[in-house]
């Protein structure tokens, strides 16, 4: 199989030297593991400068021989205004909660949509049926949703390696620009986040911003299933812990050393970022001093930060910033024989980064906000016995809870913090660490990649069923094979009417009622109409005409051109009582909602709530009485937005065998609801049974709305009145 890696940078730059970052280091043995078992990748990107048009063929030609990658072309403008624009002053801010620094202009946007169809672009030039096509990251959100619409069937992953943030910070986005934004996401089988909160605040996002909901973390939209769920990515375990236990790097290491042996070293790496907290950091180490002078001239802090987005004006002033500060610090503690920082401006090659790594003690990774964070995870298994001090923003803290973790914005607790780090006992960091180690052993970028694998493909089989199923309303194969009689069975809500937001509202057109009426007068067809309606409701909607009624879920059987209701099962609703007050106590907190009284159920509808408020509810509920259920003569059953609470033994499927003629017949049964899956269970394996709607079910067919069944209901009709006038 062919990996379609796309991300908006390259594993290398432009000139074909390496791009230094999280996803190229840790891919890279995923990457050779997925072409030792005979696969192929190719790896999209941006090569981050623009090649003049006549150039074009040929450096895509070398690139490709030489990296296997495959560049997309954007216009210096457009990269411009797509990556500094959007990317970087909005989006980057905005995701880690800078809403300050944050921009909104439709400008910047458009670019967007332009580079993300640009992206689309290339992969159509190369993409095949059979690929896997994997995006990365916030640059390219639109892009999932733009590949699904051209190529319904596409295995697609989409991670996102920034923080997802909460709905109130999401929202600040123009509606216009969110919504195309979660919709873009939603093209991809699979969507991925570092940690369970990320996931958990898009899913709240969908529900709020468009009203979609989800069924533990899957979404149905358009016709399409989206996993989403956290997957941590990890690093390359055995890279780092290898070269950190040979002698080359023991011998770099006391390089490095020789001039501050009797130091203890705390260090900090990090790309310069705002989001990093760099000036917070080098504030607490300030503190940490003064409160604790005796670790003068016994310790040195060396503070990495490797060059980013130079260009940028906000970036040089909070380069300025941290260089005064480091002066300051330097100027006011240090002394001829003792500098407390060391600051290297610049990135070191890996071959010095993990010695830096093994030589410390105290490592502080404290950033105000970062979606994992790689390098917490690299110092843990390159270290010989050095604590690591790391932000709860951070969203590795999720995962290395036996790390010193610290807030940021508490400028004394980092204080603390690091000088609880400096002076802890070795054995006590060698037990906290090697928890973590072992943690991280276990889920390896390696894992991480394979998991994001089987789960998209998992979600692709389960769109494949679902498409599979799907039938037009007047395909041959649902209509009668043989001249025996034939039993049709229709649910009522979400089956014959769609559903409104009152449930007297939902009433059939007069064109609807006359198609029954008309279907029913046929020769050898009878029909029934099972429901969780009450009886007087059916009575009303379906009066005068020859159909079996069946109300309250099986509970009471009318049959056709009769006026009495036959009870189906015996009932003792003891029980009714005291789940009315529950229910009731329920419609009090949440606005909009209320409970229904039938003979054998009670019902609670959330249709009208807030979708948020709603939906919670409704799960505390189905938990609530769920637990209290057994043996109680009553079960708990979610439908489309009602929780009904019914009397034991009372289904629809039940009923069907109870009313079902005892002779051959041909039958059709249609419905949509959990309710109605009884039915499609208890029928002959003959039966032809069709869900209305996308969730999952047994039946042997899907139908998109009620109005499918309309349209069947009429080719059935013209079918067997073309049939009888041919056979008279
Ligand atoms: C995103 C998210 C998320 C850094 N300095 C040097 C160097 N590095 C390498 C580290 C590490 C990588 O860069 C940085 O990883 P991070 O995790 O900090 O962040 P990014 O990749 O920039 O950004 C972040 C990540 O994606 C992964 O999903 O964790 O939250 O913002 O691998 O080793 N490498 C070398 N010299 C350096 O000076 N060789």
């Known amino acids: ?133 994997w995006v990365h990251d916030y640059h390219l ?121 009797k130091l203890k070293q705390i260090l900090s790496v990090d790309r310069l970022d705002y989001t990093k907290g760099v000036l917070q950091r080098l504030n607490a180490f300030e503190l940490f001093l003064k409160q604790n002078p005796n670790w003068i001239k016994r310790c040195k802090l060396v503070l990495v930060l490797v060059p980013s987005r130079t260009d940028v004006p906000s970036y040089q002033s909070m380069k300025r910033a941290i260089d005064e500060k480091v002066g300051a610090i330097n100027g006011s503690f240090g002394t001829l024989d003792w500098t407390p920082i060391l600051y290297q401006y610049k990135g070191f090659p890996f071959e010095e980064l993990v010695p830096l790594y093994k030589n410390t003690h105290v490592m ?142 939902a009433v059939p057109t007069q064109e609807l009622v006359d198609s029954i009426s008309k279907l029913s007068q046929l020769p050898n067809v009878s029909i029934a109409i099972i429901s969780g309606r009450d009886r007087k409701f059916l009575e009303t909607i379906f009066t005068g005409l020859p159909l079996h009624l069946v109300a309250e879920h099986g509970a009471w059987h009318r049959p056709p051109n009769k006026k009495e209701w036959n009870s189906l099962f015996h009932s003792n609703a003891d029980w009714k009582k005291e789940i009315k007050s529950r229910l009731e106590e329920f419609t009090k907190r949440v606005p909009g909602s209320f409970a229904e009284e039938k003979e054998f159920s009670l019902v609670w509808h959330f249709r009208n709530a807030d979708p948020d408020i709603g939906l919670n509810a409704a799960r505390e509920m189905l938990d609530e009485l769920s637990q209290i259920s057994s043996n109680s003569g009553f079960f708990v059953q979610r439908g489309n937005k009602i929780i009904e609470v019914r009397e034991y033994g009372t289904g629809k499927g039940k009923a069907t065998v109870k009313i079902l003629p005892d002779a051959p017949l041909q039958t059709f049964v249609f419905g949509d609801d959990t309710t109605d899956e009884d039915m499609f269970r208890e029928l002959p394996e003959e039966a032809i049974t069709v869900k209305i709607g996308k969730s999952e079910t047994i039946a042997k067919y899907r139908f998109q709305n009620t109005d499918d069944v309309h349209i069947w209901i009429k080719h059935l009709i013209n079918h067997i009145t073309n049939v009888t006038h041919h056979a008279s």
């Open 364 to 505: 502080l990774v404290t950033p105000y906000r970062d979606g994992m964070n790689l390098v917490a995870k690299e110092f843990l298994v390159s270290q010989k016995n050095g604590m690591l001090v790391l932000s709860e923003m951070a969203g590795a803290s999720a995962e290395l809870p036996e790390a010193i973790l610290v807030n940021p914005n508490d400028l004394n607790g980092m204080a603390s913090a690091i000088k609880e780090a400096i002076e802890m006992e070795e054995t006590e960091i060698k037990n906290r660490n090697e928890v973590m180690v072992t943690r991280l052993k276990e889920n390896s970028v390696m894992e991480w990649a394979k998991k994001i694998y089987t789960d998209t493909e998992d979600t692709a089989n389960r769109n494949q069923n679902f498409q599979t199923k799907s039938i037009p309303p007047n395909s041959e194969a649902l209509l009668p094979k043989t001249n025996e009689p034939i039993f049709i069975i229709f649910d009522y809500d979400g089956t014959l009417v769609p559903f409104q937001s009152l449930p007297h509202l």
């Open 141 to 261: 959100f639109l892009l999932p949703g733009i590949l699904r619409s051209e190529f319904p069937n596409i295995l697609l992953s989409f991670f996102l390696h920034i923080p997802f943030p909460t709905f109130e910070i999401f929202r600040l986005l123009p509606e216009r620009i969110h919504s195309k934004i979660l919709k873009g996401m939603l093209g991809a089988d699979l969507i991925g986040f570092h940690t369970q909160s990320y996931t958990q605040y898009f899913l709240r996002s969908l529900l709020r911003c468009l009203g979609i909901e989800n069924e533990r973390g899957i979404i149905y939209f358009q016709n399409h299933f989206t996993k989403t769920a956290a997957f941590p990515m990890g690093i390359n375990v055995e890279q780092f812990s290898k070269y950190a236990s040979s002698a080359e790097c023991d011998a770099i290491a006391d390089q490095i050393n020789t001039n501050h042996k």
């Open 1 to 133: 199989m062919r990996l379609i890696l796309v991300s908006n940078r390259l594993p290398v730059q432009w000139d074909g030297t390496p791009n230094v970052g999280g996803l190229a280091t840790g891919l890279s043995s995923f990457l050779s593991h997925w072409k030792s078992l005979g696969n192929e990748v190719l790896w999209v990107g941006w090569p981050g400068k623009s090649i003049p048009e006549k150039e074009q063929n040929q450096y895509a030609k070398k690139m490709l021989e030489e990296h296997g990658t495959i560049p997309v072309f954007l216009k210096q403008k457009l990269a411009d205004s797509f990556y500094n624009g959007f990317c970087n002053k909005t989006i980057w801010p905005l995701f880690h909660y800078f809403t300050s620094n944050c921009e909104f202009s439709d400008g910047t946007f458009s670019s967007y949509e332009e580079a993300n169809e640009e992206f689309a672009k290339t992969i159509r030039g190369i993409y095949q049926p059979g690929d896997w096509v």
